[in-house]
């Protein structure tokens, strides 16, 4: 079973920053591929960014630049370190696989962007 964890969301301003922590059980972060997804009111769940064994990192094109994934193995923990948020980062973040674990999915963690 696997079971992740997501905390650190909160209420910030527009280009305020916040860093999100994801801590994992039943799945050992370091042999996997992790990853951020969002989802906002109305819309699809997205992928944010991603985290390969390797260290190896994707972001979707609305975050480049100001979105860093990472993650300590000896912990077992995701990151998500969110810098320069905008209103449209407003939504639901979530961690999971890349193939999105059925049981990987949590509560998530809320980020709201407003003034």
């Known amino acids: 079973q696997v079971q992740l964890v997501e905390s650190g969301g909160g209420l910030v301003q527009p280009g305020e920053s916040l860093r999100l922590s994801c801590t994992a059980s039943g799945i050992i972060v370091g042999i996997y591929t992790m990853c951020w997804y969002r989802q906002a009111p109305g819309k699809q769940r997205e992928l944010v960014a991603s985290i390969t064994s390797g260290r190896s990192t994707n972001y979707a094109d609305s975050v480049k630049g100001r979105f860093t994934i990472s993650k300590d193995n000896v912990k077992n923990t995701v990151y998500l370190q969110m810098n320069s948020l905008k209103p449209e980062d407003t939504a639901v973040y979530y961690c999971?696989?890349?193939?999105?674990?059925?049981?990987?999915w949590g509560q998530g963690t809320q980020v709201t962007v407003s003034s």
């Open positions: 999971n696989t890349v193939r999105g674990s059925p049981s990987g």
